[in-house]
């Protein structure tokens, strides 16, 4: 993989059109977002949230996803519902 | 439909016309839909449990490539919606039994769920990332010139005053970096409403050799979004030794957050 | 232009486990060669630690010099040989991070 020779790079990903390409953003920074990020809810009747949890066992490269989790304080327990 | 559908969550916002929504399609290639209550509404589809249920899901979210396509479809209708208004997004894989009990979850959370979107209005969610620069190999050692006083030093103890001084290099390029660093991020932090540290990502995800040193997202107004970037491309130049890469406009994943707790005024209560 | 590790099919090319014999021995090759790089960076870092705190003689000095220098080269060789960069010696610890310093 090469490392940059240009020391700022702007990632812009929004087109013009209403609807961004899906291909510009980078999994990772997606993965950053949105299973460490959004609400979360959780309730009698919710199926399941996110099992980040289970997530960070079998994908043990995502351990940020977990970190986060932790920092944030959340009630693992809940999400294991 | 006769398989077992439960809902998938994507998002909520004020009130919003549901026939708007019909053109999108999510997670599972459902038609998306509106569940109002509360004068909410969480944005929303039916989805099979068999493949988007709890055990499904287990089993799915284990699978990169399922993973990958998704997050990207969650992120489509969040991304599209988010352009017509605030909207606070849902984490991955929020999924209801019914539309009833959407419906009960914008009633009970409806006090934060208002002040969330309220915070996020007319704000933007950027990301910024720094990367330590690579070191050139061998450079310090190369501009270093012959010490005075060197006398004749065998081959051997030159080799260990080369490496003495090329780690002394590095870790001081590597304490210079972190510095930059957190200089970075406390400049753009004062910029932004609100800002929020990712923990690095993984170079076995990135692909990337170097260092990632900051993985933050600032919640910013909209109209700061140009200042913004003009202050990260200034920062790059103050700060050579680190790499920055800017990404955005995001939906406010990283800032829509709410209480633990439901917020009904009357202090704690148990939510279940 | 930064490599965009993040497309698809990437993330799961790096998690995929192959069991044929060839990158068999050349897992256990970069893991014997990782713990000798450690071990020689481990041992590097302790003669400048010596040398700086006097305890040594020129003698001395020149001696351990010249065989980390030797050992460096030879682990070059080793690299070559078996056609493995210099990054591909580590360990991911998971939350520890990698087992060799970045460089």
Redesign the interface.
């Known amino acids: ?4 020779h ?6 812009p ?2 087109s013009e059109s ?3 390409p ?2 510009h ?27 980040v949890d ?2 960070m066992i ?7 996803s977990v ?2 989790l932790a ?5 693992l327990g809940e999400l294991a519902r | 439909m006769t398989e077992p559908s439960g809902v998938w969550v994507y998002a909520v916002s004020a009130d919003v016309a549901a026939p708007s929504l019909s053109e999108l399609r999510g997670v599972g290639d459902e038609p998306v839909r509106g569940i109002s209550a509360a004068g909410l509404t969480a944005i929303a589809g039916d989805v099979p449990l068999a493949e988007f249920g709890e055990s499904a899901l287990r089993r799915n979210l284990e699978d990169l490539a399922w993973l990958e396509a998704t997050a990207r479809a969650h992120h489509h209708v969040i991304d599209a919606l988010g352009q017509r208004g605030p909207l606070v997004p849902m984490r991955l894989a929020t999924v209801y039994a019914n539309g009833a009990g959407v419906a009960a979850m914008l009633d009970e959370r409806a006090t934060d769920l208002r002040a969330a979107l309220s915070r996020i209005s007319a704000h933007q969610e950027w990301g910024v990332k720094a990367y330590a620069q690579q070191s050139e190999p061998g450079s310090p050692a190369a501009a270093e010139p012959a010490r005075s006083g060197a006398a004749r030093v065998g081959p051997g103890a030159s080799y260990l005053r080369r490496r003495r001084d090329e780690l002394s290099a590095h870790s001081q390029a590597r304490y210079d970096a972190i510095a930059s660093a957190e200089a970075v991020h406390i400049r753009l932090s004062g910029l932004a409403a609100e800002a929020r540290l990712h923990p690095p990502q993984a170079p076995q995800l990135t692909g990337i050799r170097s260092q990632m040193l900051l993985n933050a997202a600032y919640l910013l107004d909209e109209e700061r979004a140009e200042e913004f970037a003009d202050a990260v491309t200034a920062l790059a130049l103050e700060h050579p030794g680190v790499r920055l890469e800017l990404t955005g406009p995001w939906p406010p994943y990283s800032f829509a957050g709410l209480p633990d707790r439901p917020d009904h005024g009357a202090g704690r209560r148990r939510e279940h | 232009m930064t490599a965009r590790a993040g497309e698809p099919g990437t993330l799961a090319r790096r998690h995929r486990i192959d069991a044929d014999p060839e990158s068999v021995e050349r897992g256990l090759v970069s893991l014997v060669l990782t713990v000798v790089e450690l071990l020689r960076q481990l041992m590097e870092r302790q003669a400048l630690r010596r040398v700086d705190d006097g305890t040594l003689s020129d003698e001395q000095i020149e001696r351990i010099g010249s065989t980390l220098m030797a050992l460096e080269s030879r682990m070059g060789e080793l690299r070559d040989h078996f056609g493995l960069n210099p990054e591909d010696l580590n360990l991911d610890l998971g939350p520890l991070g990698p087992l060799l310093p970045y460089d």
């Open positions: 993989m090469s490392t940059e240009t020391d700022y790079e702007m990632q990903y929004r209403s609807v961004a899906r291909d953003i980078a999994l990772v920074d997606l993965l950053d977002r949105v299973l460490a990020g959004g609400v979360v809810v959780a309730g009698e009747i919710t199926l399941s949230v996110a099992d289970m997530v079998s994908l043990r490269a995502l351990v940020t970190s986060a920092e944030s304080g959340a009630d």
